[in-house]
């Protein structure tokens, strides 16, 4: 959890008061105070105290963490039914870029090609296959030295003037990420409609932030209007209500 570069960052700024690595598997609520027990490596265990908690997992894996008491009936179907889209990106080093356009459409399983790197100075470039929904999950379950094998043989159909200068690859599957089960949040038609404010909504002295509960689903700006709505939220006693209010920036 802790190899991702960002999050790193905005830690150094907080003075070690971010701690990474430990995996909450049960939130307790009771007389005034929560509390998070978490796992760590090695069989670790860890329990963590506080009068408020902002719970920022996402929906997809927080249906597996043990809530005692249970969350309201509402809340609960929500964080089972709400579903997420799949991705998986294929990054593809050429010993030259003669393309000059950044990114295409292709109606092969590779789906969207998109010039990876079209500002570094280096004769070399990368070609990037963007997978979603169903081609994403045909290609899930594949190891990634045959995600790589499929892409450069897809690319060679799209871009055949590079096809024997690939160098080497690299590819994720967030739907195989055992933090995320998806790529972000994918509402159903009505689904934002009828859940948005639920989601936000506290229960107890859990708050939620992500950009699931936020009024821009599956974008970093969502998230970060999430975390300041969380914040007003404690500072002021509400309750979530204020769900499209980061919107307007009050
Ligand atoms: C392929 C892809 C492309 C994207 N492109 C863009 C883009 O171009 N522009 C844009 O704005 N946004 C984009 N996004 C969306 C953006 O990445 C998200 O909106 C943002 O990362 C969500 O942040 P978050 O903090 O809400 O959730 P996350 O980033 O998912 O953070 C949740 C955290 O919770 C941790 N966690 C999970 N389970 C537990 C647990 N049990 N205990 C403790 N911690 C746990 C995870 O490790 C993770 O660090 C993209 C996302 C994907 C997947």
Redesign the pocket.
Known sequence: ?ASFRL?VALAGALGGRIQFG???KRIEQEQGIVRVY?SGSAGAHRTFTAERLVC???FS?LRD?ELVPAFSAEKLRAIRELEHTS?V?TFIQYRRRPWTEWGWSTDLPIMHVLDAAPTQPQASGILEAYRVGPCARAASPLSEEERIARTVRGLSQFAPEVSSEAQRGTSYA?GLDP??RG??AWFRPKQLTQWGRLLATREGRVHF????TSPMP??????LL?GQRAAREILSGASGGAWRRGLRGA
Not at 209 to 212: I, N, P, T, V
Not at 218 to 223: I, T
């Open positions: 959890m999050p430990w995996a909450a978490c920022a997992i996402r894996v963490v991705v990106r967030w933090w995320a790529a972000f932030a992500g950009d699931q599956g974008w970093m700006e969502g998230s999430s």
